[in-house]
């Protein structure tokens, strides 16, 4: 199972989890975890018997989730703050300006969820336990400054948004589908699979030919992450045409 060094160090963690969970018989909280790692540890714990788990970002459509180990299988009260930054809507604040003043003050990645930026406004996610820190140390991002408060998860910016479209595909095979997503060649498009730089619900795949499906995600280095949203029927040249979820 495990391919790397990092791999061994994740799965040892879940397992330690898995221990002190049973052992004091209580919720046992991991930090945010990216949907990949949420995928393998979905895996993971399913291989090992424990069903007793659950996956929260703060709101319902969040991306980075904390996983809970849930011994009694409760709702647990997950220890998640969200802060609510408001500065000028001149100023154009990105995501980037966000994590980089908080990463400058030392918080740890894994401690800080989704980051939801609009004109004048912004929402970010973290664990609990630096919620008074974040608030009393950033008062400036950037050249901007910044007012700190509790958010209201009912009213969220809207992120990156997404968009739908549709494209037309010779087969659902991952190269044609690739191809189709990033405008490239097909002989780049191989090289793109085979260099381990597109993956396929949150797992690397460097089979060019492997089936891609309904609800299946595709993330394309440089490129985004994509769903495949349906099937809506064949063209007349009986080419497939599909519908796309893009995460702008």
């Known amino acids: 199972m495990y391919t790397s060094?990092?791999?061994?160090?994740?799965?040892?963690?879940?397992d330690d989890g898995i221990y002190l969970c049973q052992k004091r018989r209580k919720p046992y909280f991991f930090?945010?975890?990216?949907?990949?790692?949420q995928a393998r540890a979905q895996r993971y714990l399913d291989s090992a018997g424990f069903s007793s788990y659950?996956?929260?970002?703060?709101?319902?459509?969040?991306?980075?989730?904390?996983?809970?180990?849930?011994?009694?299988?409760?709702?647990p009260d997950f220890p998640i703050s969200a802060l609510e930054f408001?500065?000028?809507?001149?100023?154009?604040?990105?995501?980037?300006?966000?994590?980089?003043?908080?990463?400058?003050?030392?918080?740890?990645?894994?401690?800080?969820?989704?980051?939801?930026?609009?004109?004048?406004?912004?929402?970010?996610?973290?664990?609990?336990?630096i919620e008074e820190y974040v608030k009393s140390q950033i008062f400036k991002i950037g050249s901007a400054g910044v007012k700190i408060s509790d958010a209201d998860t009912d009213s969220l910016p809207k992120g990156r948004g997404v968009?739908?479209?549709?494209?037309?595909?010779?087969s659902l095979r991952l190269d044609n589908v690739v191809a189709a997503l990033t405008g490239l060649s097909r002989e780049k498009t191989k090289n793109l699979i085979l260099s381990g730089n597109v993956t396929l619900n949150f797992d690397e795949c460097t089979n060019i030919s492997k089936s891609v499906n309904d609800n299946d995600t595709l993330t394309v280095r440089g490129k985004g992450k994509f769903r495949i949203n349906g099937v809506l029927g064949e063209t007349k040249k009986h080419r497939i045409r599909i519908s796309i979820i893009h995460y702008r």
């Open 5 to 14: 060094d990092n791999d061994k160090l994740f799965y040892s963690k879940l």
């Open 163 to 170: 968009e739908e479209k549709s494209l037309i595909v010779s």
């Open 31 to 37: 930090s945010f975890l990216t949907e990949a790692e």
């Open 86 to 129: 408001k500065f000028r809507a001149a100023d154009k604040l990105t995501h980037r300006d966000f994590l980089g003043a908080l990463m400058s003050l030392g918080i740890e990645r894994e401690t800080v969820g989704d980051i939801l930026v609009e004109d004048g406004r912004a929402v970010v996610f973290v664990k609990s336990e």
């Open 54 to 75: 659950s996956f929260f970002g703060g709101y319902g459509q969040s991306e980075r989730k904390v996983l809970c180990l849930d011994y009694y299988g409760d709702n």
